[in-house]
């Protein structure tokens, strides 16, 4: 079954928009903040570094050449990556916000 048109550039954007919130949550969290790092910081950081190599990865993924055009394996794997990179990110979120109310 083909994929809906326009699916490729709705991943691309989605993906860069996610990434994009992503960033903004680590400037707000603190990443330029002098200090040691804890457990917790490096636990955040990994989970946000992951999450963004899979956004980032999407445009890539969604892109790549195919034989046919009702081959959307490629596409299928975009959409497993942007989920992987948005869940990646959301607990990246989640466990600063907890770490931080247990300080």
């Not at 969604?62 to 394996?73: C, K, L």
């Not at 979120?93 to 907890?98: D, K, N, Q």
Request: with cysteine.
């Amino acid at each position: 079954m083909p994929t809906p048109q326009g699916s490729v550039a709705a991943l691309c954007t989605a993906a860069g928009t996610m990434f994009s919130l992503g960033i903004i949550f680590l400037g707000y969290w603190g990443l330029q903040e002098a200090g040691g790092w804890t457990f917790a910081d490096k636990f955040v950081a990994g989970f946000a570094i992951l999450g963004f190599a899979f956004l980032g990865l999407v445009p890539w993924m969604v892109t790549s050449p195919v034989d046919s055009e009702s081959n959307d394996t490629y596409i299928r794997k975009g959409r497993w990556m942007f989920l992987t990179g948005v869940v990646l990110v959301w607990m990246a979120i989640v466990v600063s916000v907890v770490f931080e109310r247990h300080r």
